[in-house]
């Protein structure tokens, strides 16, 4: 009986824990993720009824236009995001790339070229739901991974969905703050034309000067600021709804909707672009999963964000309903005259809240794409000491700062904007749609029939107001395409010329009987010190390896040939981030270390990596001589048996001991530490760079009579080329297309991709190799 109330008490502590962990998580996500999505009121119904719908300006095209927006918002964010795609989540991350490495985890889709057997043993790789597997679909994936160009093409479409992201990163800004600075202009002619633009671009070039600071710094006010817009709109809206038209809540029958479009024709088909931007900014609540949980996201908009907008576009329908021709200024006309300017600095401020959304999820698209081999390499810096995720990314920011000051100057219309916004919103929308129907087959197992469904519904609903919006290419919608093709082809082309790079280290690697017809000298004088040989090649000896040989006769003690890849998970656990493995017999001091990371890791300059690196290659060592299975007398099969190196704490006999010297001006001081096991040893400073402090750390063999005299003298021998210094050894490259090719490959590889190599940053700065222990060896690559 005690044991039963105990329990049922511990279970009724948990799940109040878990709830009040998710209502404050959920207050978080209304300044990060809605910030978009409840600045919408500003500019819907003026961009609905413009051009030819002007003439239907009447109280029923108000109400249809109204049933219309309610019966969007309710199918698309309510039902198909935050009862559906939310679930369809990669260990917590959401996004377009999450449901792209799920299918690229459960069906042989990816078209990254290093992937290894080693990759599925990850904690994060076979994550989703565990159903028996559905002969039905077995035809489909088999077909879709027979053929490359299918996959190609996917990748494709998941590209243009990130081109699209990207572009809303410009737009959102242009639009939000032009939309809510105009209040000064319309209603109270404060400011002229000429002045509103000065003003907007002077909040726009400051939103973009500050993001280097990171949001973390003033995410503390950006939820207060958005919950206090959607209790202005909500009071708004309910006071107009009352005071003005209360008949309009019988607009929320569908009825309206098909009087709509029987007194509007395709005329009202046209308008439907400016209906969409009432969702603009739903894909956030996906995209931003990993920051919050579904739980969250859900509470946030079904109970806050979805009635207070409902009531909001209801207040607006009513006060039109009666006021025709304030349509053009729809949202600051409706306002009372008592609230307006104090709703005017809320509304501005929400759209710079709204806008630093934007960026910020603009900076993570680019991180992973660039972590997909999509992207060229950029300086990526982390904001926040506390807050995982949060990165700034100097080179994009200005990028985005100048297109979104070109469009504000160039355009100066928000219905010309907003053409371009509600074009790329529901342009990712689709995508997501049918990458969700490929997920349900593949990952969830369901039936072809309940995807071809959701497919069909979705898609439909979607199709028709991306059919609409296609209609306004003309008038600005022009924009999202030109911006989504200029980056999709600078993705596609990195992709490309990055593939076929490594398709030619791979078929040019040097065979391993190379290698060992040298003998354990290699034919050269082996130098005191430790060579890090960095290559993409997860299996082989890359040809910069023999390069170097034939020009330069001389070689460290110890190899390491270092990989370090990318895999399709959002993040790879610290335990599991090292595969290290043997090259050669015993006697060659080769070795291979593979550092994996997830497409939403961040690969920190921690300055630690050469310790953790001779700690991991001397736990291998060690366990080596314990597990039969890692070595071999067949010295040809010296190659790609790898062994994951953990960095959690086990209770197991000391490996080595480690002595700290910190410099100082003053003097030396030297202090010792012993460590139990040598994953502990890694542990220890994960947190603090040695680098960066003056710390040099010193190897020592511990004291122990049991040890392996072979272990012993390897062991040795590796504190000892550590003690002589570390040098890294990089291939610069020169991409060129074989005569042979084709103009097109020519134009891709000679103009593009080498453009690309040489404007973004080199791999050392990439990577935090320090510049004065580098060794370049240049190559030509025919491809």
């Given at each position: ?6 329990s049922?008490?511990s ?8 709830l009040s962990?998710?209502l404050m ?5 209304f300044?990060?993720?809605?910030g978009?999505?409840?600045t919408?009121?500003?500019?819907v119904?003026?961009s ?7 003439k239907?300006?009447n ?10 927006i309610f019966?969007?918002?309710t ?11 939310l ?6 991350e ?9 299918l690229?985890?459960h069906?042989?889709l990816?078209?990254l ?6 990759d599925?043993e990850?904690?994060a790789?076979r ?10 679909s077995?035809?489909?994936k ?10 190609t093409?996917?990748?494709i479409v998941?590209?243009?969905?990130a ?6 990163g410009?737009?959102t800004p242009?639009?939000?703050v ?5 209040g ?10 000429g ?11 400051g939103?973009?000067?500050?993001q280097?600071?990171?949001t973390h710094?003033v995410?503390?006010i950006?939820a ?19 005071y ?7 607009a929320?029958?569908?009825h ?11 005329d009202g ?23 919050f949980?579904?739980?969250s996201?859900?509470?946030?908009f079904a ?14 329908a009513a ?14 006309d ?5 609230v307006y300017?104090?709703?005017f600095?809320?509304a501005?401020?929400a759209a710079?809240v709204?806008s630093?959304a934007i960026?910020?999820a603009?900076?993570?698209?680019v991180k992973?794409?660039h ?5 060229p ?12 995720g949060q ?5 994009i ?19 010309l ?11 990712v ?10 997920v ?6 369901r039936s072809?029939l309940?995807?071809?469904t959701?497919?069909?519904f ?5 199709g ?9 290419v003309?008038?600005?919608g022009w ?9 999709m082809?600078?993705m596609f ?14 078929h ?5 009987r190379?290698?060992?017809g040298?003998?354990?000298?290699l034919g ?8 890090l040989v960095?290559?993409?090649?997860a299996?082989?000896v890359p040809?910069?390896?023999s ?9 460290h003690?110890?190899l ?6 990318s ?11 090292f595969?290290?493995g ?6 060659y001091r ?5 550092v994996?990371?997830?497409y939403?890791?961040i690969?920190r300059?921690?300055?630690?990596f050469?310790?953790?690196?001779i ?6 060592i ?7 299975t890692?070595?071999?007398?067949d ?11 953990s960095?959690r704490?086990t209770?197991s006999?000391?490996?080595l ?5 910190e410099n ?14 040598l ?5 220890s400073y994960?947190d603090?760079?040695?680098?960066m402090t ?12 049991g040890?392996?005299?072979?272990v012993?003298e390897?062991l ?31 134009l ?11 404007n ?6 990439a990577?935090?190799?320090p ?13």
């Amino acid at each position: 009986m005690d044991s039963d109330v105990s329990s049922s008490r511990s279970a009724s502590q948990f799940s109040w824990v878990n709830l009040s962990r998710n209502l404050m998580l959920a207050y978080q996500s209304f300044g990060v993720v809605y910030g978009d999505l409840s600045t919408s009121p500003l500019y819907v119904f003026r961009s609905i009824f413009v051009g030819k719908l002007q003439k239907h300006q009447n109280e029923e095209a108000i109400f249809g236009a109204f049933s219309l927006i309610f019966w969007t918002l309710t199918l698309i964010p309510l039902l198909k995001y935050v009862f559906i795609v939310l679930s369809a989540d990669d260990n917590g991350e959401g996004g377009t790339f999450a449901l792209y490495s799920l299918l690229c985890r459960h069906a042989k889709l990816s078209l990254l070229p290093n992937q290894q057997a080693a990759d599925e043993e990850l904690s994060a790789y076979r994550y989703g739901p565990s159903r028996q597997g559905l002969s039905s679909s077995l035809p489909l994936k088999r077909f879709l991974e027979k053929h490359k160009k299918l996959r190609t093409a996917l990748l494709i479409v998941v590209l243009l969905g990130a081109g699209m992201v990207i572009g809303d990163g410009v737009i959102t800004p242009a639009i939000s703050v032009l939309s809510s600075v105009s209040g000064l202009q319309v209603n109270h002619h404060m400011l002229t034309n000429g002045q509103v633009l000065l003003l907007s671009c002077v909040i726009l070039v400051g939103l973009f000067a500050l993001q280097h600071y990171g949001t973390h710094r003033v995410a503390f006010i950006f939820a207060p600021i958005v919950i206090i817009w959607l209790i202005s709109i909500f009071a708004i809206g309910l006071y107009n709804t009352i005071y003005w038209n209360p008949k309009i809540v019988y607009a929320f029958s569908p009825h309206y909707i098909i009087k709509f479009f029987h007194e509007t024709g395709k005329d009202g088909w046209i308008s439907l672009g400016g209906v969409l931007l009432a969702v603009t900014g739903t894909e956030a609540m996906f995209a931003d999963l990993g920051h919050f949980t579904a739980l969250s996201i859900r509470l946030a908009f079904a109970f806050v964000i979805y009635p207070c907008l409902v009531v909001q576009y209801m207040g607006q329908a009513a006060f039109l309903s009666k006021k025709i021709s304030a349509i053009p200024n729809s949202f600051y006309d409706s306002i009372p005259e008592a609230v307006y300017w104090p709703v005017f600095v809320i509304a501005t401020l929400a759209a710079i809240v709204g806008s630093q959304a934007i960026i910020s999820a603009t900076f993570s698209i680019v991180k992973q794409c660039h972590a997909l081999g999509c992207f060229p390499r950029v300086k990526v810096v982390h904001t926040s000491r506390h807050i995982y995720g949060q990165i700034y990314i100097p080179e994009i920011n200005w990028i985005l700062m100048v297109i979104t000051l070109a469009i504000a100057i160039g355009f100066q219309d928000t219905t010309l904007i907003g053409n371009a916004y509600g074009l790329a919103c529901m342009t990712v929308m689709l995508i997501t749609t049918c990458l969700m129907a490929l997920v349900l087959v593949f990952v969830w197992q369901r039936s072809i029939l309940l995807a071809a469904t959701f497919l069909l519904f979705f898609g439909f609903i979607e199709g028709v107001y991306l059919s609409s919006a296609l209609m306004k290419v003309p008038q600005g919608g022009w924009v999202s395409l030109v911006l989504a093709f200029i980056f999709m082809i600078i993705m596609f082309v990195w992709q490309y010329g990055t593939r076929k790079k490594y398709n030619f280290d791979l078929h040019n690697k040097v065979p391993l009987r190379w290698l060992l017809g040298l003998g354990p000298s290699l034919g050269i004088v082996r130098v005191p010190g430790i060579g890090l040989v960095y290559s993409e090649l997860a299996t082989g000896v890359p040809a910069i390896f023999s390069h170097f040989v034939t020009n330069l006769p001389a070689f460290h003690t110890v190899l390491v040939f270092v990989c370090v890849k990318s895999v399709p998970v959002p993040y790879v656990s610290p335990d599991e981030r090292f595969l290290i493995g043997r090259i050669c017999p015993r006697p060659y001091r080769m070795y291979r270390c593979i550092v994996r990371y997830g497409y939403k890791d961040i690969q920190r300059d921690d300055g630690d990596f050469e310790n953790r690196l001779i700690q991991s290659i001397a736990e291998f060592i060690q366990m080596e001589a314990v597990e039969p299975t890692l070595s071999s007398s067949d010295s040809a099969s010296f190659d790609g048996r790898m062994a994951v190196i953990s960095t959690r704490p086990t209770q197991s006999s000391s490996c080595l001991l480690v002595s700290e010297q910190e410099n100082y001006s003053t003097g030396n001081t030297t202090r010792s530490i012993r460590s139990l096991t040598l994953q502990s040893l890694r542990s220890s400073y994960d947190d603090e760079s040695a680098q960066m402090t003056g710390r040099h750390v010193r190897f020592h063999l511990p004291p122990n009579p049991g040890m392996d005299p072979a272990v012993r003298e390897e062991l040795l021998e590796l504190i000892q080329a550590k003690e002589a210094g570390v040098a890294y050894i990089m291939g610069h490259s020169y991409v060129k297309a074989r005569r042979s090719s084709s103009f097109l490959k020519k134009l891709v590889i000679d103009i593009g991709y080498s453009f690309l190599r040489k404007n973004c940053r080199g791999p050392s700065v990439a990577l935090n190799i320090p510049h004065i222990s580098l060794i370049e060896v240049g190559m030509t690559y025919y491809v």
